[in-house]
């Protein structure tokens, strides 16, 4: 809030703030504390947009031995309870939208044969070298927006691969367009008709990653990214699990 502080922005509507339900807060009874908890954290009186992060329950010790986290401290979320706690958020005007992160259409299907208010948003993996052809074509089925993080794809100790840094038919498309690769695999995306959840640090690689708005791929160039090999970067059991194995989390990457 330090920009409209400072006037650097008129009014708190020219802003879309979206924040998470973390999954140590995954509870029923834990949903409406979390989200005042973010509240008061940003100095808001409502959000735009608040996502279950993950369909997994941490239990609360969960942040302090991260990541070697205890089998009996993880399990799958009770859906129908937590999104009943959303739902009382978006009705108490504390969020003007709520919606899921990292949701398959197993889970989906779950929440919206209990939903009375629907998701709007499911915030995924999404890049040209992992396309999530069937879920969104799903998630558009069932009117519910797709919102792509590591849109550039991601790379960590833990999780990740540079598989589009390293694209060569992103490179000889950028280097006939005169972009760079981030821009065309962010053009890619964006002309899928999904929101996108860039990240960077670095003032120039965010200028240019705005700048995407005034020049199209052809067909062809569509056709050859749609023709990518296609890899997972983010697995939740690797990065949760610190390597053990819970059935339940290696299905959920295995659908995603």
Not at 105 to 117: D, F, G, P, Q, W
Not at 154 to 175: F, T
Request: aromatic share 8%; proline share 5%; hydrophobic share 40%.
């Amino acid at each position: 809030m330090e920009a409209l502080h400072l006037g650097l922005i008129k009014s708190r509507d020219e802003l879309f703030i979206t924040t998470k339900l973390g999954p140590v807060f995954a509870d029923k009874d834990l949903v409406l504390p979390a989200i005042k908890l973010s509240l008061r954290k940003l100095q808001l009186e409502y959000l735009d947009l608040y996502l279950i992060h993950v369909p997994i329950k941490l239990g609360e010790e969960a942040a302090v031995q991260w990541p070697n986290i205890a089998k009996d401290m993880i399990s799958p979320i009770d859906i129908k309870g937590v999104w009943e706690g959303m739902e009382e958020c978006k009705n108490l005007g504390l969020t003007k939208a709520i919606g899921v992160s990292n949701f398959p259409r197993s889970k989906l299907e779950e929440l919206l044969s209990v939903a009375k208010i629907p998701p709007a948003v499911n915030q995924v993996e999404m890049n040209p070298t992992w396309q999530q052809k069937k879920l969104r074509e799903f998630c558009k089925e069932k009117s519910i927006h797709v919102t792509a993080y590591s849109p550039l794809g991601a790379y960590k100790d833990v999780w990740g691969h540079k598989s589009i840094m390293e694209s060569n038919v992103l490179e000889e498309i950028a280097k006939a367009k005169r972009k760079t690769k981030a821009q065309i695999a962010l053009r890619w995306v964006y002309e899928q008709g999904v929101s996108i959840v860039p990240k960077s640090l670095n003032k120039d690689r965010m200028k240019e990653n705005l700048q995407i708005f005034d020049w199209c791929l052809t067909e062809e160039e569509v056709k050859r990214i749609n023709q990518l090999p296609q890899q997972k970067a983010v697995y939740f059991a690797k990065t949760i699990a610190a390597g053990n194995s819970f059935d339940f989390i290696d299905q959920l990457d295995a659908e995603l």
